[in-house]
Each structure stands twice: as C-alpha cells, then as structure tokens.
C-alpha cells in the first residue's frame, strides 16, 4: 500500500524540493485524462470529486458541459471561484458520488453522460489545512470528514468504537501490523482524557510504533481512520454501481486511485465488467459474460510520468484506469 497522502504533505515537500507547486489542489495526470476522456463541445461530463476543479477546467477547456460533484464545501467554493469563467457549461453540487444518480435527476438532466471521473481520496488542501484534521504533522480538532455537514469525526471513532472494531479498522483500512497493540493503548488512554486533536492521537500511536523508516509511525493509522470516516471505499463501490448506468454509449469513465485498496476495487470492476468470456472449472466450455458493459482501455493502469512526479510528488502513487461502455447490442 501506498502512504503518500500523508508522506507528501505539501507542508513537508516545500521543504524537500521549492518547486513543489502550491494551491488548492495539483491535478495529477491531467494530460492522460484529457487524451482518453476525448472531451468535446456538446459533450457532458460528470467530475464526482470536482475538488480544486484542475480536471474539469481541462474539460471545460475543450468545449465540454460539466456538472462537478463534492462533498466538501470548501471545495466547491474553490471550484465555483476556478470555474466561474465558463458560465453555464459547469454546474457544481454539494453530494457524495455514491448519490450522482439522484443528483442528476434533480438536475432534470436526462441526457447520457458523454463520459465521468473520479479522483478519489483527499485533496492536498484538505491533508494540509491542519483545522480539517487529517494532517498527523499539524496539530488540530480530530475531525477527518471530507463532509463538513455530516458522519462521525475521527474523534467520535476513537473515543467510542469498541476496541474490537478499531483493531478492524487499523488492520483492513491501514495494514498496520501492531492494530491490537494501538487499539488497546487507544481504549487505555480514552479513559483518562477522550482524544481531541490529530497531536493527541499521533502521540499515542507514537508510544506503541517505534519509528524506524522515514515515514511516521502514525501514517497507517492516521489513514485507515481517514477511510473508515468518509466510508471512502463503501462510497467508491456505491460510485461504480451507480454511475456506468448514467453514462451514453461510447461515453468514457476514468478513475485514478491513490492507495491499493482503492485501485483492487476499481480493476476488478473495470475487468469483471469488460470481459466478454467467463471460463469456470466446473463448466465444460467458456460462457459469454452476462454483465459485460464496457471495453477496457487500459489493461494497465496509467502512471504518472517521472516529469510529473518531480513537479508533484504526490502524483507518485496515482493510478489512473479507463473503460468504454459499450453500445447495447455489442
Ligand atoms: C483528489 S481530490 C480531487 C481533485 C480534483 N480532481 C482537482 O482537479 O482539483 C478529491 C476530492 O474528492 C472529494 N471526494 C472524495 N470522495 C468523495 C465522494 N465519495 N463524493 C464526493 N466527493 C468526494 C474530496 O472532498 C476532494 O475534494
């Protein structure tokens, strides 16, 4: 798995390298989206996670409509502010993804999709604005919710979420080996004083992990709460339910991912949904795949280039994966 959301803090890469760009957000593979996404005049695109609004920007360059989901308000303001120049070409709206069907419906927007995106995880403004509570290396409220408006903070979690459940978290969503070992330090130290700030917390998983490698012995923990709060993967499988339905035919869905549990989601949708043939054991011959919907376009998903990765490290661990739906009678 990979930790560079937190290892990449832009707060800690300005030190590294002053080229490091700052701002709300860097888009990451901007170029490869544009190439395979094709947008065009009279096209309409659904951006799910708008953020800093770099991609759509690019979409909208090109001549597309885009309606932009968030479900952070400061990113929408961001966007809004970004965006505004193109008019009525873009729409912005505070929703999850997991609910763009609905949005859409709302909208009264009844045409296909000529093609949708999703960026998924957190934006560097978020990981690096210490009163959002993501950020292990700034001191701030404990909160981690991408939503503003709703859910449990990272707080509520470790202050009441059985010592049972949190070693769960810690092991599925971070990988962390020692998940017992901080969980119960956590449930011995909520006794005393609940947990309120991302220092408080850093400090106890600090006493369990030594440090040994560069990177922070919080960083798996901080990141297992930071999913299990915005129910990242829940969202990201309820996004792929949703969305291929709400596209046109011909219409191109890309998603990059930052972490592997995110991208093992992603490729076996894309490749369970792109195969024509299914071949069981236990059946005599091959049988043509009754849920196949799209044509693969990228049997390996798409890196960032080394220019871009010097430019912006935390380009390093996107992977950016594309499929084609196809018409309904291939
Ligand atoms: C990596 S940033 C996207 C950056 C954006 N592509 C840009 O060019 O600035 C991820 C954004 O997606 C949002 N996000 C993450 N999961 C989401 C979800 N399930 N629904 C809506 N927004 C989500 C976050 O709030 C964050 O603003």
Redesign the pocket.
């Given at each position: 798995m990979n930790f560079l959301d937190y290892e990449d803090l832009p707060g800690l890469t300005l030190e590294k390298a002053d080229n490091t760009p700052r701002g709300?957000?860097v888009?990451v593979l901007v170029d490869e989206v544009v190439a395979l996404l094709r947008p065009a005049p009279g096209m309409l695109f659904l951006?799910?996670?708008?953020?800093?609004?770099?991609?759509?920007?690019r979409l909208l360059e090109h001549g597309a409509e885009v309606i932009g989901?968030?479900?952070?308000t400061d990113?929408l303001a961001e966007?809004g502010r970004k965006l505004a120049r193109f008019g009525d070409r873009i729409r912005l709206v505070e929703?999850?993804?997991?609910d763009a069907a609905r949005v859409l419906e709302e909208l009264g927007e009844r045409r296909g999709l000529g093609g949708a995106?999703l960026?998924?995880?957190?934006?560097s403004?978020?990981l690096d604005e210490a009163s959002r509570g993501f950020a292990l290396m700034k001191d701030g409220p404990l909160d981690m919710r991408?939503?503003q408006q709703t859910g449990s903070s990272a707080a509520d979690l470790v202050n009441t979420l059985p010592v049972a459940e949190l070693v769960r978290i810690f092991r599925e969503f971070g990988e962390e080996p020692r998940a017992a070992q901080v969980a119960s330090r956590i449930a011995a130290l909520r006794t005393q004083h609940p947990f309120e700030t991302t220092f408080d917390l850093a400090a106890a998983v600090s006493s369990v992990i030594p440090k040994t490698s560069g990177r922070h012995p919080a960083t798996r923990v901080f990141q297992a709460l930071r999913i299990a709060v915005?129910d990242?993967l829940g969202?990201?499988r309820d996004?792929l339910k949703e969305i291929p339905a709400l596209l046109a035919p011909g219409a191109r869905f890309g998603i990059?991912t930052?972490h592997s549990l995110e991208d093992r989601i992603v490729k076996h949708f894309f490749r369970d949904r792109s195969q024509e043939w299914i071949d069981r054991p236990e059946w005599p011959e091959p049988r043509r795949n009754p849920d196949r919907l799209f044509r693969l376009l990228t049997p390996h998903p798409i890196d960032a280039s080394v220019d871009e990765i010097r430019i912006n490290p935390r380009s390093r661990s996107a992977k950016l994966r594309v499929v084609e739906k196809l018409a309904d009678n291939q």
């Open positions: 709300y957000h888009p951006d799910g996670t708008v953020g800093g609004g770099g991609h759509s920007e989901l968030d479900q952070d990113a966007a929703s999850n993804f997991r995106l960026d998924v995880g957190v934006s403004h978020q991408m939503s915005n990242e969202a990201l996004g990059i930052f």
